[in-house]
T-cell receptor, first 113, second 117 residues
Framework: KNQVEQSPQSLIILEGKNCTLQ??????????LRWYKQDTGRGPVSLTI?????NTKSNGRYTATLDADTKQSSLHITASQLSDSASYIC????????????FGTGTKLQVIP | GAVVSQHPSRVICKSGTSVKIECRSL??????MFWYRQFPKQSLMLMAT?????????EQGVEKDKFLINHASLTLSTLTVTSAHPEDSSFYIC?????????????FGPGTRLTVL
């Protein structure tokens, strides 16, 4: 069964601190993995896209890693800001003629002053 | 670039009425658009895939006669919730696939909050 599990479910950190969000997947065949940020009441916005051959990719204060062997990914946020408060969703795309998408349940991050 | 808009952003309607939600790709052509539904504290659930010029493909458990999808052009798809009931109240999000993007990137709209009284 194609699944994407994220941990922790929710997280509260102090402004300025770093944090790491985890994503484990069982999706096959794998095409690519993306991390999205979803503000409350808004649509998701893409942060990173990672293909099978990529191990690390950064986008500003966001750094994503991918281990295709263990089917794990992480999103590291450096020097958190209040505006980072949002849900972070790990999404895995399957390859094939009809590209299917499996969404993780998300990690709700709250950054407090 | 790659902006997707939705209209309306919020709608409140009476039970039994129909509601139409528009999804537009503003600066790119989208041969495929997707419609999702998101309940509170849950992740997005794919409802249907909409291909320009052809019938939409619905996910298992989604009633095609209740959720009518029309993808009339490369920049517009509409979702009509027919005879809406309170259990249809949800956050509806569309996404559009940029056919010019090598990763088949999907760009999401801002969502439409539907409340059925």
């Amino acid at each position: 069964k194609n699944q994407v599990e994220q941990s922790p479910q929710s997280l509260i950190i102090l402004e300025g601190k770093n944090c790491t969000l985890q994503c484990n997947y069982t999706v096959s065949p794998f095409s690519n993995l993306r991390w999205y940020k979803q503000d409350t009441g808004r649509g998701p916005v893409s942060l990173t896209i990672m293909t099978f051959s990529e191990n690390t990719k950064s986008n500003g204060r966001y750094t994503a890693t991918l281990d295709a062997d263990t089917k794990q990914s992480s999103l590291h946020i450096t020097a958190s800001q209040l505006s980072d408060s949002a849900s972070y969703i790990c999404v895995v795309f399957r390859s094939g003629g009809y590209q299917k998408v499996t969404f993780g349940t998300g990690t709700k991050l709250q950054v407090i002053p | 670039g790659a902006v997707v808009s939705q209209h309306p952003s919020r709608v409140i309607c009476k039970s039994g009425t129909s509601v139409k939600i528009e999804c537009r790709s503003l600066d790119f052509q989208a041969t495929t658009m997707f419609w999702y539904r998101q309940f509170p504290k849950q992740s997005l659930m794919l409802m249907a895939t909409s291909n320009e010029g052809s019938k939409a493909t619905y996910e298992q458990g989604v009633e095609k006669d209740k959720f009518l999808i029309n993808h009339a052009s490369l920049t517009l798809s509409t979702l009509t919730v027919t005879s809406a009931h309170p259990e249809d109240s949800s956050f509806y999000i569309c996404s559009a696939r940029d056919r010019g993007n090598p990763f088949n990137e999907q760009f999401f709209g801002p969502g439409t909050r539907l409340t059925v009284l």
